[in-house]
């Protein structure tokens, strides 16, 4: 070992290398943003693929994103010099779930065809359920229930498991039935949600240890990325997988881990652009901690498994993430390696700084070193406007000069807290025909006509999809009133049958009367029709011809308001791609996980996406526009989560000024917009935790004499933090830290608190005899 020569491994450092060369046990990589994590990961399955410890099929490996997956699939390839035969357990936690849970369909009470549900599926079946148990919707809301669900899914808790304490939230105590009813209703739709994924999964390796020693087997290397926003469900998982553990002592360990955890959270919708959009409230104090840790034992020796994540990058607490499972991390896997990367090598100096020092005011993190590799490079750039329709101008004007200057408009990011700040850049984007992607937010599979046109296609695939025949049995309209609707229901539900075999039967009653007899018949016979298409037409032709013969293409070609004809291109946009699977099954189940909206990849363009969605990216310019008290920090988080809800939105700040290679800029208005309402709003207290030798305060174009009294005749640090902070701006902030050196390219941070003691060399990376490990 080590002496492996392969170009892959040039260039990198001796600790690096070490992360990479070390196969056997566990190793987890604790490490700042851009010290290569996600490097270390590629190159270790290229390594493990160039040294034939084993074949592609036998490497999990477990990436945050989608896009993420794909990229490492790239990397991979270009490092082992010819193409990977697929991969095929390189993916999301949930499209890995998927995966198994098809394959193993039957033992829960599935079809291998079993539709994945998205959010809006969800609440329509939440409501019909709550409606169904005469339970005030107004009062009760299915978005609450849907929550209160995920929460519970991502500890990893079936409705048995449910303590009865804790299903008193919703609905004076029935929101655990509900639970239970939500969960039969699933089987008889033949679905899943994205919880599930996980959940059932887990319930399968449970019941099933059969299967379970199948996993365990087949994957020789585990590898996990981003590994500090893993949730309990998807830790639970991982653990299971990677543990030699016998069924019982996998059920065991399970229930164990869901009594002792306590922290809810709404789970990896994938879609981290709706952050803001549902949060769930956080009780005040989780009841687990080190309490996992000494109950539960670990089993049997620990697999080959590397994880790789950054506490300061933990941002997924709203969705039930848990750091701690970094922490733990050395107690399930004894004797684990722990190796920590000190050199960055993303950002210039200067940024680097900045974000270390506000990075720096956080208290509940392990501490680490991080050197910059790079030239002090130029400041973080602060500057300010009068509103966001002013600072979108701003923003476009500068992405323009830099267009001007030969930069790549690939290389240009603009990361906003939260997604509603994305349209004023997307229209002034339009204006000024510069071409950007909105990565997540509102995303093109979620737009109406795309949903109506899956629908079809859902249940094309799957006639049993009732969702998707209740959302399109009457578009585009074909006179079947609220009575007909009605029998439909009452009749399938009579006979235990799906919506469509009942249509079938009202198709053909003398009871019924004859236009809505004749509009089932014939919406029956065409889904026949096209199902029998299904083996002989390709399936994105099929796609053309149930949306001519469904008339719902028509339907919009009628439309005379002003966005059919962007509707319409949205549709064909679809049908083209569907070209790029093999058929419509993998079609259907790609735009159940995908979240991103890939439209446009080929062609250069700035990408705007929420900070959550930038997580592992890197781009040489990046916007961080809308650095307001109330955004970011983010009020809902501050309003609920107190002092760990503002270290979250540290560790979101932290997140987007470490995205830059070259450049940040941040920004922050005087006027913002919030919901309709004018609100005046002060400069994030974030602003005020900047160092300033790392920092430059623009003067806007102009000036802002026009503007009045808000920052006098000219915006300056004054005027603009002055006017808002009593304390003198954040000269006092970095002053008051200490700890800063002198070189710019050496930032020791503030020494761990309290966690760093329950993990082997966690923490001791610069202490004399640490590190090295
Ligand atoms: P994050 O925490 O943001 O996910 P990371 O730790 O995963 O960051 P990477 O994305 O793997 O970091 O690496 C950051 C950048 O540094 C990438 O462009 C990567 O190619 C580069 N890099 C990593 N290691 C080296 C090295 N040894 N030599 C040169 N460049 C490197
Ligand atoms: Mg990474």
Known sequence: RGAHRAPYLEGLNPEQREAVETLDGAVLVLAGAGTGKTRVLTTRIA???SLGRARAS?????????????????????????????MPWLGTFHSIGAKILRRHAELVNLKPDFTILDVDDQIRLLKQLIAAENIDEKRWPARLLANQIDSWKNRGLS???????????????????????????????????FGDLLLETIRLFRQHPEVLRQYQTRFKYILVDEYQDTNVAQYLWLRLLAQRTSGTAAADLVLRDAALRA????????????AISAPTPRPEEPAHSAGVSKDVAPLGPPKNICCVGDDDQSIYGWRG????????????????????????????????????????????????????????GERVVVSTAWDSEEEARAVGEEIEQLQRQGHRLDEIAILVRASFQMR???????????????IGGPRFYERAEIRDAMAYLRLVNQPADDLA????????????????????????????????????????????KPKPRAALRDLVAAFDRWRAQRDTLPHNELAEIVLDESGYTEMWQKDRSADAAGRLENLKELVRSMEEFENLQGFLEHVALVMDTDRGEDHEAVSIMTLHAAKGLEFDTVFLPGWEEGLLPHQRSLDENGRAGLEEERRLAHVGITRARKNARISFVS?????????????????????????????????????GNAYGSRFDTTAAFGSSYTTPGWRRAQKSRGGFEEDPHEYSQVEPDEPAGRMRDVGASRAPGGGTN
Do not use: C
């Not at 004023?424 to 909105?438: I, Q, S």
């Not at 959302?471 to 079947?480: D, Q, S, T």
């Open 47 to 49: 390594h493990i693929l």
């Open 58 to 86: 036998e490497i999990l490996s477990v990436t945050f994103t989608n896009k993420a997956a794909r990229e490492m699939k790239t990397r991979i390839g270009a490092m082992v010099g010819e193409a990977v035969e697929g």
């Open 159 to 193: 409705p048995d498991q449910v303590s009865a304490g804790e299903g008193a939230t919703f609905a004076n105590g029935r929101g655990r039935d509900l639970y239970a009813a939500y969960q039969a209703r699933l089987k008889t739709l033949n679905a899943a949600d």
């Open 263 to 274: 922290a809810p959270q709404d789970e990896a919708r994938e879609e981290p652009a709706s």
């Open 321 to 376: 993430a848990e750091v701690d499972n970094i922490l733990r991390f050395d107690h399930d896997f004894p004797g684990a390696k722990v190796i920590r990367l000190e050199r960055n090598y993303r950002s210039t100096a200067h940024i680097l700084g900045a974000a270390s020092h506000l990075i720096a005011h956080n208290e509940g993190r392990l501490g680490k070193t991080l050197r910059s590799e790079g030239e002090a």
């Open 424 to 438: 004023e850049f997307e229209d002034r984007f339009v204006t000024l025909g510069l071409p950007y992607r909105v």
């Open 469 to 512: 025949f209740e959302r399109i049995v009457n578009v585009p309209k074909r006179g079947l009133g609220d009575a007909a609707l009605q029998n439909l229901h009452d009749l399938a539900r009579a006979r235990g049958v799906p919506l469509i075999e009942a249509a079938r039967a009202m198709g053909t009653s003398e009871a019924v």
């Open 671 to 707: 006027n913002r917009r919030i919901h309709g309402s004018w609100t005046s709003s002060l400069p994030s207290r974030f602003l005020d935790e900047l160092p300033e030798q790392h920092v430059e305060v623009r003067e806007a174009k102009g000036g802002f004499g026009g503007y």
